[in-house]
């Protein structure tokens, strides 16, 4: 997996999501990308060896604009409930805003790179909601008995699928404040011990 901080780099990537959000993968061409990009096509080639070898970058992208919003906000908490609130929130509205990109990521992901490629795409964001919930336990906002590790990555991951069940697979019977709040509820008495 690349992580480049390039200016072109950047820029290949962000037109390869606005172009691919639009046509979709299969009908995307690398010239359509560097056109957008602005870019020579031969500077794809120095970043991606295909138009496939942009799923990881993508998916890695998304996560990371998402984990620093979450963080952003996240320093205003007063408390692990007020930070889970803005967990589900941020990961509603990215969910949102690039939901035909995430489809092709899951996709991507699943079908061309392994189970490594996606852990390590998630392992800040895993090592940032571990360092919370650690927190949580020792001000006793939550309850002891947690495997912390375990239980980070099963609620980033809970979270992210409830996001997807409302957007993608567009949830009808609910509202999207009522999916908020029942997920938010749900989590709360798995981990909030009784008063």
Known sequence: MVTSTSEKYDKILQAAIEVISEKGLDKTSISDIVKRAGVA??????YFRSKNALVP???????????E??????????????TLEVMIDETYKTTDEYR??????????????????????????Y?????????AVKKEEVIK??????TAKTMINLIENAAELF?????????????????????????????
């Not at 096509?41 to 120095?46: I, N, P």
């Not at 090592?127 to 927190?135: T, Y």
């Open 41 to 46: 096509q031969g500077t794809f080639y120095l």
């Open 57 to 67: 970058a993508i998916a890695e992208n998304l996560l990371s604009l998402s984990l």
């Open 69 to 82: 919003k979450i963080k952003e906000r996240a320093k205003a908490a007063t408390n692990f409930l007020s």
């Open 100 to 125: 035909d990109v995430l489809v092709l990521c899951y996709s991507g992901l699943a079908f061309d790179y392994s189970l490594e490629t996606w852990e390590a795409i998630y392992l800040p964001y």
């Open 127 to 135: 090592n940032w909601f571990e360092e919370v919930l650690n927190e």
């Open 145 to 150: 008995q947690l495997n912390v590790k375990w």
């Open 167 to 195: 957007y993608i697979g567009r949830e009808k019977d609910v509202t999207l404040e009522q999916s908020k709040e029942e997920l938010f509820q749900f989590l709360k008495r798995s981990l909030v011990p009784s008063v």
